[in-house]
Structures are given as structure tokens and as C-alpha cells.
């Protein structure tokens, strides 16, 4: 059974009174694959930094969607995407990030060569890392991290411990006002279909957001994925989504939908058709923002659209795609934020997963469990979703 130790701001091995150390440093490779496992794995780097009580000199995210050529990796600096001193303020000391300006060199790096994969276990990576705590490892200035993608496997902290990492991510403005814009589009469609409907004028019409999970690639992955952990509750057809969508206790309509999927990889041209009646689906062509997206990398698009969701009055996703699992996930925090444990009958905020039935027909509503020991569900998805 996989040992998870938690590490707590008063009990971290190695953390001084005084917070994390400025002059120790810890570097890790370029951060690859999709946009929150990016995340993920930035969190992962952030939580091993704190372990050993040293900063995170800056990473390097990656703008393209990696898969396995090498030569798509297109390297984009963290503070592109996030807000740098606003991490550091946010997160003061809990994590901190720093410039490779910041080095004296004065010695050479220290390399951490850690497993690849899953056939490197959480108990020796644990190990290994306690290892690093310790003289003589301890005493060099730099400890850089190599192997393959090593923060994309292994967990050893609570959530409650990336929930804080996440917090501290906050977009540049740049991607913060094309969401306004987008947001914006979305209800001013919205408000033209009340108006037409019962001449009510409504100046921040409530949306869904759909994170509709029907890309070739993601089919592919969660039909392997059924097979192989024997759920059938991961994989959603259209007819299925929109169906559960539609039963929806408590939504008032005629309501516009949002539907957030990668275009690139998309094969379905009839993602609009067949919504019930009252129900006004819109995607970035349709909706007359495709413009704002198409200047950008995928990173960037992929923020978008998580920024985007995220305001959303009501979201709905699938809760084995680790995109939805990060929105819940700060809706969750937004719900508690607003001391309440639950979202209970209030649409506002609520969340629901597709892919698992629930009440009325429709989707199961959706909580991030913020007690657990481990990312693991949210990391690789679950159909134990906490309500």
C-alpha cells in the first residue's frame, strides 16, 4: 500500500522558524504534458522544494500539448502563464520562487537523478528525498532534479497542501482580460435569450460550463482506462452529456452553455446539435471568440478556458479528466471560502461530474474531498466523488 507522510507548516522536515531558505535552491526539469498536469506537477516540484527547505528556482512550462515528440516541447517561462511576486506573496512561508540571478555559483549542482514512471515506487522516492535533507547532500548551493518528467508520478502530501500551491496561482492580466472578454460574450448572449424569451433584462446572466471531455484522444485514453480499472462510469458520449446536462435539478432556463474541448482535437462537427429545448450551447466559433484564442499556444488557450469555467455560475466536467478535478477543486475552496461545506441546493458554484449518474437523471453533484491524504483521485480521477 503506497506511504503517503504528511508534511504540515509547523512539521515539514527540514523547515525553519525562519521559512524557506534564499540561499538553497532546488531546479527541476521542463514541466510537460497538458495544462493542469502541468499544474500538477509544478505543485509536485513546489511541495519536494519545501521538504527540503529550499526555493524553486523558476520552471519552465511547456506552451505545446505534449505527447511523444520531443520537438513539440516548446518551452514558455512560468511567469508567462502565473503571476510570479503574487506566488511568492500569496505563498510566503509555505513555498518560495526564485531567479537563477539569485545564484552565486559558487559549486557546481548537486544532480537528484529520481525514477522514471511508475516502476519507481512512492516509498523510494520518499526515500531518496530524505535523503537530501541531510549533510553532506545538504550542503550544496543547487539540487537539481533530473530524469524523465519526475513530479508527474509521485505524491506524498495531503490535498489541502496543493489546494494552498493552487491558491497561490494566479494568471498574468493578459489572460485574465481575455476571460473577461470571453465571460463577458458568453452572458451577453445570455441576456439576449432571456430578453427574448420573457422580456426580463439581465445585466450578469448565470452560465453552465461544460467541460466536454469527446476528443480523440481523451476516447482512446478512457476506453483503455475502463478496461483496465473495470469502471465503466469514465467515458460520456455526446447523447449522454447533454442528456444529464439537461436534467440538471433546479436550473433555471433558457440558459447558454459553454462548451470548453481542445478544437484541435476534435472530430465530432456536431457538437451543437440535439440540446433539449431551452438550452443554448455555444463553443469559441460560435460564440465570436475564436479570434481571442487562436493567437495563442495551447497553454494559453488551455488557461483561458480554465479561467472561463471557473466563473461559471454552474460547471459540469468528468471526474477522471484532471482539468475538471483542479476547477472542482477551487470551486470547492471558493464554497468553503464562503463557510459553508457544501453547496447544497444553491446552483451557485455547484459542480457536477458527467459521467456518474445522479439524482433526477442528471449529473452527480460534485466536492472535492479537501480532507485527503493524498491527490491520487484527483490526479488520476475517481468515481468516489465527495458531495
Given at each position: ?21 534564499r ?63 503574487t ?11 526564485g531567479?537563477?540571478?539569485a ?38 548551493e ?5 530524469g ?45 435569450l432571456?430578453?427574448?424569451s ?60 459553454y ?23 455555444f ?33 459540469v ?16 475552496q ?48 475517481s ?5
Amino acid at each position: 500500500m503506497p506511504l503517503y507522510r504528511v508534511y504540515g507548516p509547523s512539521a515539514s522536515i527540514g523547515h525553519s522558524h525562519l521559512g524557506v531558505r534564499r540561499d538553497k535552491f532546488l531546479e527541476v526539469p521542463q514541466i510537460v504534458w497538458g495544462l493542469n498536469n502541468q499544474k500538477i506537477a509544478f505543485a509536485r516540484a513546489c511541495l519536494t522544494a519545501r521538504m527540503l527547505n529550499r526555493t524553486l528556482l523558476m520552471p519552465t512550462l511547456s506552451a505545446s500539448l505534449f505527447y511523444k515528440e520531443i520537438d513539440r516541447l516548446d518551452p514558455i517561462a512560468f511567469d508567462k502563464i502565473f503571476k510570479f511576486d503574487t506566488f511568492n506573496s500569496l505563498c510566503n512561508g509555505f513555498i518560495q520562487l526564485g531567479h537563477f540571478s539569485a545564484l552565486s555559483n559558487l559549486t557546481a549542482p548537486f544532480e537528484l537523478r529520481k525514477g522514471s514512471g511508475r516502476k519507481w515506487s512512492v516509498e523510494r522516492d520518499l526515500e531518496q528525498l530524505e535523503q537530501f535533507i541531510k549533510d553532506p547532500l545538504d550542503k550544496f548551493e543547487v539540487i537539481r532534479v533530473v530524469g524523465k518528467n519526475p513530479f508527474l508520478w509521485h505524491d506524498h502530501w495531503p490535498v489541502k497542501d496543493y489546494a494552498k500551491v493552487f491558491e497561490c496561482l494566479v494568471v498574468v492580466d493578459e489572460i485574465a482580460d481575455e476571460t473577461t472578454k470571453v465571460v463577458s460574450k458568453i452572458r451577453e448572449r445570455g441576456s439576449s435569450l432571456i430578453l427574448k424569451s420573457d422580456g426580463a433584462i439581465q445585466t450578469n446572466t448565470p452560465f453552465v460550463a461544460v467541460h466536454m471531455r469527446i476528443e480523440k484522444d481523451w476516447m482512446i485514453h478512457c476506453k483503455k482506462l475502463e478496461q483496465r480499472s473495470k469502471i465503466t462510469q469514465i467515458c460520456s458520449s455526446k447523447v449522454e452529456i447533454i442528456n444529464r446536462v439537461a436534467h440538471i435539478n433546479g436550473l433555471r432556463k433558457p440558459v447558454v452553455v459553454y462548451l470548453a474541448v481542445a478544437d484541435s482535437l476534435l472530430e465530432d462537427s456536431s457538437l451543437l446539435s440535439g440540446w433539449n429545448e431551452g438550452f443554448y450551447p455555444f463553443e469559441k466559433k460560435k460564440l465570436g471568440v475564436w479570434e481571442i484564442y487562436n493567437k495563442y499556444p495551447y497553454l494559453i488557450q488551455s488557461a483561458i478556458d480554465y479561467e472561463v469555467c471557473m466563473r461559471a455560475d454552474v460547471f459540469v466536467g468528468n471526474s477522471f479528466s484532471t482539468f475538471s478535478s483542479l476547477i472542482v477543486l477551487q470551486r470547492t475552496q471558493k464554497i468553503m471560502g464562503m463557510g459553508s461545506t457544501s453547496s447544497g441546493m444553491n446552483l451557485k458554484w455547484a459542480s457536477y461530474a458527467y459521467n456518474i449518474l445522479g439524482e433526477y437523471e442528471g449529473p452527480r453533484r460534485w466536492i472535492t474531498n479537501m480532507l485527503d491524504l493524498s491527490l491520487n483521485a484527483i490526479s488520476y480521477g475517481s468515481n468516489n466523488i465527495s458531495c
